[in-house]
T-cell receptor, first 113, second 115 residues
Framework: AQSVTQPDIHITVSEGASLELRCNYSYGATPYLFWYVQSPGQGLQLLLK??????LVQGIKGFEAEFKRSQSSFNLRKPSVHWSDAAEYFCAVGVDSSYKLIFGSGTRLLVRP | EPEVTQTPSHQVTQMGQEVILRCVPI?????FYWYRQILGQKVEFLVS????????KSEIFDDQFSVERPDGSNFTLKIRSTKLEDSAMYFCASSETPNGVGEQYFGPGTRLTVT
């Protein structure tokens, strides 16, 4: 069965510092990979997605993610974090044989002024 | 920009009551989904719906749950007899193409509180 692991429950960074949120997946073939962000009391907003092709994908709000097949990872990065980036970030996996998205448990990002 | 909308934003109900959560998917989307997120836990898939029938459902989606597209715009989730453990945020989503190819757009959610 497919699964998604986000090993960091909380991450705190200073405003202006770089950020990397980790995501590992378990699936036999290449999955479809997504990062969503959830601000407090809000729904899920898609940051970026990977379907195929270039393994480095750009998203909204200055985020990017890199698919590494050898490590089964899809880590999210941002070179300079803004206070407004404080939110919960979810990695998700989709596969051809299913309609559902499988979500990781999320990483809560706190930004220090 | 088109978006998925959900009503109500918050619903409080007593155990054993029926609730209907409503969603208006993006107009040209053909695939519809419900997910739930119990407080502090991960987002979990409940059901997907296409061409007026359920295309996939999870173990959570038992006989007390049902979905319907009563008209050309609404998509509803009904819980027949609510339990305390049904308290969660329920998200509706829609996509233009099936998962794996099309990204899913999520609504803001309905917070269901069962007392």
């Amino acid at each position: 069965a497919q699964s998604v692991t986000q090993p960091d429950i909380h991450i705190t960074v200073s405003e202006g510092a770089s950020l990397e949120l980790r995501c590992n997946y378990s699936y036999g073939a290449t999955p479809y990979l997504f990062w969503y962000v959830q601000s407090p009391g809000q729904g899920l907003q898609l940051l970026l997605k990977y379907f195929s092709g270039d393994t480095l994908v750009q998203g909204i709000k200055g985020f990017e993610a890199e698919f590494k097949r050898s490590q089964s990872s899809f880590n999210l990065r941002k070179p300079s974090v803004h206070w407004s980036d404080a939110a919960e970030y979810f990695c998700a996996v989709g596969v051809d044989s299913s309609y559902k998205l499988i979500f990781g448990s999320g990483t809560r990002l706190l930004v220090r002024p | 920009e088109p978006e998925v909308t959900q009503t109500p934003s918050h619903q409080v109900t007593q155990m054993g009551q029926e609730v209907i959560l409503r969603c208006v998917p993006i107009s040209n989307h053909l695939y519809f989904y419900w997910y739930r997120q119990i407080l502090g836990q991960k987002v979990e898939f409940l059901v997907s719906f296409y061409n007026n029938e359920i295309s996939e459902k999870s173990e959570i989606f038992d006989d007390q749950f049902s979905v319907e597209r009563p008209d050309g715009s609404n998509f509803t989730l009904k819980i027949r007899s609510t339990k305390l453990e049904d308290s969660a945020m329920y998200f509706c989503a829609s996509s233009e193409t099936p998962n794996g190819v099309g990204e899913q757009y999520f609504g803001p959610g309905t917070r269901l509180t069962v007392t």
